[in-house]
Protein backbone atom coordinates (compact mmCIF):
# COMPACT_ATOMS: atom_id res chain seq x y z
CA UNK A 1 0.00 0.00 0.00
CA UNK A 2 1.45 3.39 -0.93
CA UNK A 3 1.05 5.75 1.86
CA UNK A 4 0.36 9.59 1.09
CA UNK A 5 2.69 11.77 2.28
CA UNK A 6 1.77 14.91 4.47
CA UNK A 7 4.18 17.94 5.49
CA UNK A 8 3.50 19.02 8.84
CA UNK A 9 3.33 22.63 9.94
CA UNK A 10 7.17 24.41 7.83
CA UNK A 11 8.60 20.89 7.76
CA UNK A 12 8.63 20.81 3.65
CA UNK A 13 10.10 24.56 3.75
CA UNK A 14 12.72 23.69 5.84
CA UNK A 15 13.48 20.74 4.01
CA UNK A 16 13.83 23.17 0.68
CA UNK A 17 16.63 25.04 2.56
CA UNK A 18 18.61 22.12 3.03
CA UNK A 19 21.98 21.28 0.38
CA UNK A 20 20.14 19.90 -2.81
CA UNK A 21 22.24 16.68 -1.69
CA UNK A 22 20.57 16.00 1.14
CA UNK A 23 16.96 16.63 -0.03
CA UNK A 24 17.69 13.92 -2.31
CA UNK A 25 18.39 11.88 0.46
CA UNK A 26 15.74 12.62 2.67
CA UNK A 27 12.93 12.30 -0.58
CA UNK A 28 14.58 9.21 -1.33
CA UNK A 29 13.57 7.97 2.66
CA UNK A 30 10.68 9.00 2.19
CA UNK A 31 9.61 7.71 -0.91
CA UNK A 32 10.72 4.44 0.56
CA UNK A 33 8.67 5.15 3.87
CA UNK A 34 5.68 5.31 1.64
CA UNK A 35 6.04 2.11 -0.74
CA UNK A 36 6.31 0.40 3.12
CA UNK A 37 10.34 0.00 3.16
CA UNK A 38 12.65 1.65 5.64
CA UNK A 39 15.66 3.64 4.15
CA UNK A 40 18.98 2.18 5.40
CA UNK A 41 19.67 5.31 6.60
CA UNK A 42 16.40 5.67 8.54
CA UNK A 43 16.27 4.98 12.52
CA UNK A 44 13.70 5.35 14.88
CA UNK A 45 13.86 7.83 16.92
CA UNK A 46 14.38 7.58 21.08
CA UNK A 47 11.42 7.68 23.25
CA UNK A 48 8.89 7.55 20.07
CA UNK A 49 6.74 5.06 19.24
CA UNK A 50 6.57 4.95 15.12
CA UNK A 51 8.63 7.89 14.83
CA UNK A 52 11.83 7.55 12.65
CA UNK A 53 14.34 10.17 11.78
CA UNK A 54 16.62 10.00 8.56
CA UNK A 55 20.17 12.07 9.06
CA UNK A 56 21.76 13.85 5.87
CA UNK A 57 25.42 14.97 5.99
CA UNK A 58 26.57 17.72 4.02
CA UNK A 59 30.21 19.81 4.20
CA UNK A 60 30.40 19.50 7.88
CA UNK A 61 26.85 19.95 8.31
CA UNK A 62 24.48 17.49 9.59
CA UNK A 63 20.70 17.82 8.42
CA UNK A 64 17.70 15.47 9.64
CA UNK A 65 14.31 14.92 8.87
CA UNK A 66 11.73 13.43 11.42
CA UNK A 67 8.53 11.39 10.13
CA UNK A 68 5.53 9.77 11.68
CA UNK A 69 4.98 6.20 10.31
CA UNK A 70 1.84 5.19 12.77
CA UNK A 71 -1.04 6.35 10.96
CA UNK A 72 -2.34 3.76 8.30
CA UNK A 73 -2.90 6.09 5.14
CA UNK A 74 0.11 8.49 5.82
CA UNK A 75 3.75 9.06 6.83
CA UNK A 76 3.40 12.75 8.44
CA UNK A 77 6.53 14.62 7.99
CA UNK A 78 7.07 16.51 11.55
CA UNK A 79 10.20 18.57 11.38
CA UNK A 80 13.30 19.20 9.19
CA UNK A 81 16.03 20.91 10.54
CA UNK A 82 19.97 21.18 10.44
CA UNK A 83 21.75 19.99 13.86
CA UNK A 84 23.99 22.72 15.40
CA UNK A 85 24.47 21.27 18.73
CA UNK A 86 28.10 20.71 19.63
CA UNK A 87 27.19 18.11 22.41
CA UNK A 88 27.75 14.62 20.59
CA UNK A 89 24.75 12.85 18.19
CA UNK A 90 22.05 13.28 20.31
CA UNK A 91 19.25 15.42 19.29
CA UNK A 92 18.78 18.35 21.13
CA UNK A 93 16.14 18.96 23.32
CA UNK A 94 14.71 22.29 21.84
CA UNK A 95 14.29 19.98 18.62
CA UNK A 96 12.75 16.98 21.04
CA UNK A 97 10.07 19.03 22.22
CA UNK A 98 9.45 20.69 19.36
CA UNK A 99 9.09 16.66 17.05
CA UNK A 100 6.99 15.97 20.58
CA UNK A 101 4.54 18.83 19.77
CA UNK A 102 3.71 18.43 16.43
CA UNK A 103 3.42 14.47 17.05
CA UNK A 104 0.36 15.47 19.17
CA UNK A 105 -1.02 17.79 17.05
CA UNK A 106 -0.38 15.39 13.88
CA UNK A 107 -2.50 12.43 15.69
CA UNK A 108 -5.20 15.39 16.99
CA UNK A 109 -5.19 16.09 13.25
CA UNK A 110 -5.94 12.55 12.35
CA UNK A 111 -8.65 11.89 15.22
CA UNK A 112 -10.44 14.41 13.62
CA UNK A 113 -10.75 13.52 9.92
Known amino acids: ?29 LHEAQCGDKHPDAKPLKGFGGVMEVAGRFDTNTYRAVYYTKIADRIVVLHCFQKKSKHGIATPKQEIDLIRQRLKEAEKEVSHD
Open 1 to 29: MFKKLVWHRSSLEDLKGFPRKVQRQVGFA
